[in-house]
Each structure stands twice: as structure tokens, then as C-alpha cells.
């Protein structure tokens, strides 16, 4: 990796670009791809450049997201590019690599437009990489062995980071080599497993949460999987499987889901007054659809949740609930007490929830 | 007759004394389930309610008990491990119904479990149940029905929603089974509509897929040149956004590739019968049996 370092105002950036004292890269921070293309990265020659162009990618906004802290890395001179990258893959069910020479563009329209230029290799991860298929992958990139050698290297590093954050994925993009034949990395990311940040906090630590939707995050904090879309129909459904086939039959009836939103299997009360506060916040949805088929989730529990949450706040627009299975006939009778009614039949309430918002919009 | 699970079924619980293990032991026992042992570390030589043994180790339930097929319900972070040491015990069938398992230790164990020939059901998914004879997980026995449809499905509660549709039409089912919505698992849609296509007691299959991946396509040509019998298929996601996990972790069209749209062409291909809903699974079943 080259020299460097973060900062997040002008006058750091020109002091790291003196201290350099040479051409600099002032890159965004942000985590999101395409920072190039959004005016996120700049040459400068010297520090009073330097300090001039951190002041125009400061405060920027890329895809939505305000950019605080720039690295500020000596500008390399670039003889080749290559990309060097490792996901998880479901088909061999491994880690695999995959280089290019074709290195400093879009790796996915190379692979689309011209497969045959990226070099693959499965790793079994109970093994990891080899020094022999680091040294295969580096040699198909650079016919130069010293420089082969390096890559490799870098390579070996790259799978120690992947396996040891619990990656999905990393990627070197570009790798680069100087006219003095170095090899470097100059611009790297790195995505980690969900499923890892509850064993390893650390990992969640530099997680952005400016980077969500306030809604989305809400939702993480209460333990719901919440996605916001675009229509009228807030849904509440028990399970990913039903909550996705719940707004494809709200799509087949006419209407737009305004979300997706798992409430999860063991569904205590609580769990749905937060579910409803996130999805009235929301002002584009006029009808909210409950669906839940109780298995695990008992459908008193969500039943209880739906009557506390209008005891805690006003909901302003109708509400279509569709409970069966586990303790249905105890949750008929909780909102039937202050006066609500549910259905036990999902394209029944579907259609319902529907026609409601479309009433209303 | 059934797949994975029948009469001769003897089911040891990994984390029995866990909130999920001991609460779905009750019901699975409850179901006529023949569940032989239980496996809580540490408290070896107890019994669960009074009636089933408790081990250190599978080994123990293996060898004392007569276990031949295991359910584990651990926390993410322990389940990888408990998995191993049902394969290495030599427990042959092994469902995992934890969600949350880091994927990197799914990409560990599969091979360890595969070497070791046993075949492992999940993770993150429902398990399994043969109606009238065994359930083995989470999926709730009244609303099933004994009969002669194989069910295939990568969700919980979607599946329940299509097996209630069928039960209530009095179409009854051999064997329901849930491979889980995790992109790394250890049986896909292929080894089991393999089961349906052998087992005398299925005449037609459903298919429960979603959007991501490529199981559903490769599933579907499996079915073109290796099924016999009718497959009616329904594809959740339809309306997801792509680049956005959907609940389920395997649950993501990454780039364009993953779509409801692909693997809905996919089952037209291989002649599946589409369900537009989920209650089309009648109509869709009733007219392949019928044909």
C-alpha cells in the first residue's frame, strides 16, 4: 500500500500533501463504488492544490452520502492495472479468486462483455491460499517474475484479510505497476458477512449508519428486516419467503408495496409497535397490510402488538390484518374487544389493503 | 413411503435444553416423532422432561441411544461446529435450523460433512416432515396432510402458507421439505426433487423457489431431463429491488443475475406449472394430476 493518510479538513490534506512532497490523490471516503465517476477523485500537483480540490470534495454529497474525510496517497505513475479480487461463491459453495489484467474499470462489465479475460481459482478454505495458486493467478497478470512474486504476495494478504473478517468479498482495484516495476495496491474495499458482526463488534464499529435510510436503520435497532420501496401498501409479514410473495400479490392486485418487512419467527409485541411506528412514519403508505401464517410466531403475540401500538399512536390509515394458525382464535378475540377485525384469508386481505389505498391516494 | 425421514427415523436434538430446542422437542414429540437422545454440553446424564436422555456429545447419543438423524437448533456462532460433530459422529441426515451462521463456516463444514457421507438439510431453514409418521424442525404438523405431493421450498412460512391450501383441499402431502434461504447449503432443490422422482409414495411435486442464485434455473433444467412426474413451481420476489438482501441472506439479485423473471422462464422452460399466487397450487396440481 502506498503512503498516506486520512483527513477531514483542507488544511490537513495540504499538510499531508507537503509532507508527501510530491503529486498527490485526494479520494473520497464514502462507502459506495463509483467514486471517480462523481468527481470524488482528483489529481493535485502540490499542496496548495491539493488543499484547493479537498475543498471542493468535501462536503460533497456521492449516491446520497456527504463526504467527510479524504485520503490524501502520492500520485503513482501507472504502467499497468490490474484487478484482483475474492467473493464468496455459491456455485462451488468456496471462496474464489478472480484476476484481470484488465484491471481500473468496472470488473462486471468485464466479466459480462469478455469472460475469457478473468482467471479463476476456488479456494478451499479449510486450507486457504496455496503459495503455488497465489504465484499461478499472480504469473497470469505479470509475465515479469519479480513482479509476479509481489503480486502474490499480495494476493496471500488479501485471502488472510477475507478469511480473517469474515468477508463476502474483497478487491484490489487497480493493482497497479510503476515504471520502476513496483507492485501496488491503490484502492481497495472490503465487504463483510452480516452474519459475523454479532461474533465479532469490531467489525460493526465503522459501520455509517448515514449511509442508510433513517427508516432502515431504525428497523436494524429493533431487530425487524425492514427495505423501503416506492408504492402505498405498508406490509408486516412473519417471514422472508411470505413477506416477499405478500407484496408480489399486492403487485398482482394493482397496487405498490411501500416496503418490505420480516417481523422474524419468536414475534413478541414490541417487535410490532415498532414495526407500525416505522411504517406510519412513512407518509407515502395509505393502507397497512398485517400477514402472518403463526407457526412459531404465536398470532396472539401480534394481535396484542397491533392493540398496544394504536393504544401508544394515532394510525391514521386503515389497517387490513390477516392472521391464521398458532393461537387464532385467542387473537380474533383480542381485536375484536376494541373493535378491529382480521381476515383469515391473504388474497382476501390483499385485495382489501389495496383497494383501501387506493381509495385513499 | 417418504424422503429423508420415516418410521425408522431416531432424531437426537443438538441444544435441547436451548429456548427453540426444548420448546420444538415438545412439539416434535407431540407429532409421534421418535426422539431418542438430546446433546447439551455439560449437562450429560440429565433427562429432558424425564423422558429423553441428555449427552455430553452426539458420539454418546450415538452410541447409547441409537441416533440416526440429528436436529440442531445452537446459536449461529456454536452451529458450524455442532454440524461437524454430528457428521463426524456418523449421524447420516443432520438439519440445521439456526439462522445467522457466518458463511465462511458454511463454506468450512459442507466439504467436512460431504466427505464424511452425510447429508446435511439447511442451515436457516424450517426442516422437514412427513406427515402422520415424523417431523423433524419447526414446521407446524396440523396444518399438514398425509398424502402424495412432495413440497421443495427455501422458506418457512411461505411454505406453510402453500401446504395449508393443499391441505385444506384435501391434497395431502409425503414429505414437506425446507432447504433454507441461505446463499451456502448443504442439500439443494436437485437432491431432493431427485428423492421425489424415486420415492413410489409422490406423484407430483411443488417448488418453492426465490429470487437469487442460480438453483431454481439449474433446478429447472434437472426437472427437463430427469423428472417424470408433474412440478408446479412459484417464484417469491418479484417486486424486490436489486442489491438488497430480502430477509433471507440468499435472498439478493446481485447485478441483473437472480431475477423472479429468469427463473420464472426457467420452470416455462422445463413445462413446471407457474403459480401466480400462492393459492394457485390447487388448481395448478389438481389439472397436472389430472393430465
Known sequence: MPDGDVASTPDEVEAIARRLDRPVVVKAQVHVGGRG????????????????VAGRILGMAIKGLVVTRVLVVPAEDIVSESYVGLIMDRETQRPVFMVSAAGGVDIEEVAAATPEKIMRIAVDPRYGLFGHQALGLALSLYPDFSQARAAAKIMQQLYQVFAGNGASLVEINPLITTPLGQVLALDAKLSVDDNELDRRPDLAAPRDDSAEAPSEVAARLAGLTFI????????????????MATMDLVKYYGGEPANFLDIGGSSNPEKVVAALKI???????????????????RTDDVANGIVEATRQFKVSVPVVIRLTGTNEEKAFEILQAVGMRALSDMDEAVKQAVELAKGAA | MSIFVDA??????????????????????????????????????????????????????????????????????LAA???????????????????????????????????????LLGPNCPGLITPGVAKVGIIPGQICKAGRVGLVSRSGTLTYEVVNHLTRQGIGQSTCVGIGGDPLIGTNFIDVLGGFQDDPATDAIVMLGEIGGTDEQKAAAFVRSSVTKPVVGFIAGQTAPKGRRMGHAGAIISGSSGTAEEKILAFEAAGIGIMRRPVDVVAEIRARLKA
Do not use: W
Open chain 1, 228 to 243: 423501503k420501496l416506492d408504492g402505498n401498501v405498508g406490509c408486516v409479514v412473519n417471514g422472508a419467503g411470505l413477506a
Open chain 2, 8 to 77: 425408522s427415523t431416531r432424531l437426537v436434538v443438538q441444544g435441547i435444553t436451548g429456548r427453540d430446542g426444548s420448546f420444538h422437542t415438545r412439539q416434535m414429540i407431540a407429532y409421534g416423532t421418535c426422539v431418542v437422545a438430546g446433546v447439551t454440553p455439560g449437562k450429560g446424564g440429565q433427562t429432558f422432561d424425564g423422558t429423553v436422555p441428555i449427552f455430553h456429545t452426539v458420539t454418546d447419543a450415538v452410541r447409547n441411544a441409537g441416533a440416526n438423524t440429528s436436529v440442531i437448533y445452537v446459536p449461529p456462532a
Open chain 1, 279 to 297: 411504517i406510519t412514519a412513512d407518509p407515502a403508505v395509505k393502507a397497512i397490510l398485517f400477514n402472518i401464517f403463526g407457526g412459531i410466531t
Open chain 1, 37 to 52: 465517476k462523481a468527481g470524488g477523485v482528483k489529481l493535485a500537483k502540490n499542496s496548495a492544490e491539493a488543499r484547493e
Open chain 2, 81 to 119: 461446529g455442532a454440524i461437524a460433530e454430528a457428521a463426524d459422529a456418523g449421524i447420516r441426515f443432520i438439519v440445521c435450523i439456526t439462522e445467522g451462521i457466518p458463511v465462511l463456516d458454511m463454506a468450512r463444514v459442507i466439504p467436512f460433512v460431504r466427505e464424511r457421507g452425510s447429508r
